[in-house]
């Protein structure tokens, strides 16, 4: 059994900070990506940053210079530092690993729960 837990999120001003953490727990042999999406009523689910296994990082363009993700391969844990916070920032933000487990041949992607984030104006 695969878990990703989530924290952090809650509310905020617009120009304002808030930090998520995600850690995965479980059978796990490898993670290859681990990363935070996002998802507002009505909208598809969007990347907002990622991570690889050598901690080569990947953001979306609306965060870059504002977002940063940092990840502890140890701990297998992901945090994403958001800065200057804006109004269309809000959302539920999903944590994605992609990994094996000890049965698995292959990598699969895995969710967790989404914590919302709202940032007012």
């Known amino acids: 059994q695969v878990q990703l837990v989530e924290s952090g999120g809650g509310s905020v001003q617009a120009g304002g900070s808030l930090s998520l953490s995600c850690t995965a727990s479980?059978?796990?042999?490898?993670?290859?990506?681990m990363g935070w999406y996002r998802q507002t009523p009505g909208k598809e689910r969007e990347l907002v940053a990622s991570?690889?296994?050598?901690?080569?990082?990947n953001y979306a363009d609306s965060v870059k210079g504002r977002f940063t993700i940092s990840r502890n391969n140890a701990n297998r844990t992901i945090n994403l530092q958001m800065g200057s916070l804006k109004p269309e920032d809000t959302a539920v933000y999903f944590c994605n690993a992609r990994l094996r487990r000890l049965i698995d041949l292959h990598y699969r992607n895995y969710w967790g729960q989404g914590t919302q984030v709202t940032v007012s104006s």
């Open positions: 479980g059978s796990i042999t490898s993670i290859l990506t």
């Open positions: 991570t690889t296994d050598n901690d080569e990082a």
